[in-house]
């Protein structure tokens, strides 16, 4: 591993869960250090200071919490300890901690759930979010990428979506549709999840209604996506909506506004920017969409992409992504996600 990606990838994964001696592993920047010993969630309660990962079992979908031993299998924790929490991402999303965090502790404390904690690198990675009423996407909302495609400065946030059948997770493949498109292309992305129901909230509050924050690659297949004046084409294929491979909770992510985002090709790097250069930030982008629907746990909001797509090249250098590509996305505290083309 080189010294760039090491030092980049340094503070991914793991997150703190105070009182549960130290065996959670250390928050990036120290951010969230989560419930005190001896503390309790409350029913309803966004958990906070854990990193969650889904873990596919054939068609199941099982919640995943990564710790100092291993990622924690929550159903077979649950099961071997007699203890009630939510067993899938989306169970937690909309029901809150719900023991949650006292399984987590007790589990780290327990020889008898030893069993409960898988191997991270046998493990196969569901979507870290699985089943979200609406993906939200946001279009031109990097101001070097808008000029890099010659785009004029949008001045509200340009609003489009995926289909959930885009969702796809760590470690994927996207089956590239060659039947109906060609121009493949990549977008790294800051993906926002929804954590409560918010309905015309203000910016000033708006961060308090996210759950968390996970790597997104909002890809696109751009002649597609140029057919008519709608996206949707181009960007909701199978498979289009890679997220993961780790949700952190939002209490450890202060400023998602100031976090380094990459995607590299075949390990070429494409994509180096910061989402300070949003034009819209995460605030403005949740209070705008609640004046006009209501926003619901479990929905996320896909933020843009910054500049280096092969769409923004000049078209003698836009060479376009192929089967057998190599694609790794990663943002700052987030985690690398990596998929392949096929």
Not at 109 to 114: G, P, R, T, V
Request: proline share 6%.
């Amino acid at each position: 591993m080189d010294n760039e990606r090491r030092s980049f990838l340094k503070g991914a994964g793991a997150v703190t869960l105070a009182g549960a001696a130290g065996m959670l592993a250390s928050a990036p920047s120290e951010a969230g250090a989560g419930p005190g010993a001896g503390a309790k969630a409350t029913p309803g309660e966004m958990p906070k200071g854990m990193t969650f990962l889904t873990i596919k079992h054939g068609d199941e979908m099982s919640l995943g919490v990564k710790t100092k031993k291993g990622v924690l299998d929550v159903k077979a924790a649950s099961a071997l300890l007699a203890m009630k929490a939510p067993t899938t991402i989306d169970d937690l999303i909309q029901g809150g901690d719900a023991g949650l965090t006292a399984l987590v502790k007790a589990a780290l404390d327990s020889d008898k759930a030893k069993p409960a904690f898988r191997d991270e690198a046998k493990i196969e990675f569901g979507p870290c979010v699985t089943n979200p009423e609406k993906i939200l996407m946001l279009g031109f909302n990097y101001r070097k990428h808008a000029m890099e495609t010659k785009t004029p400065i949008p001045t509200s946030p340009v609003l489009f979506t995926k289909c959930n059948n885009a969702l796809n997770g760590h470690n994927g493949v996207i089956t590239l549709p060659t039947h109906v498109g060609k121009n493949f292309d990549y977008e790294v992305e800051l993906v926002v999840v929804m954590g409560k129901t918010a309905h015309r909230v203000s910016e000033a509050d708006a961060l308090k209604y996210v759950f968390g924050y996970c790597t997104g690659n909002d890809f696109t297949a751009r002649d597609l996506q140029r057919k008519t004046s709608q996206f949707l084409l181009g960007k909701s294929c199978d498979g289009f909506g890679p997220v993961g491979p780790y949700l952190v909770t939002a209490d450890q992510i202060p400023d998602p506004n100031n976090l380094t985002l990459e995607c590299y090709v075949n390990g070429e790097r494409r994509q180096h920017s910061n989402t300070s250069d949003m034009i819209f930030n995460v605030a403005t982008i949740i209070s705008y969409a609640s004046q006009h629907f209501t926003l619901k746990p479990g929905d996320i909001f896909f933020t843009g992409t910054p500049e280096g797509v092969i769409f923004g090249m000049p078209p003698e250098k836009q060479v376009w992504l192929k089967a057998g590509d190599k694609i790794s996305t990663r943002i700052e505290k987030l985690g690398e996600l990596r998929f392949t083309l096929a």
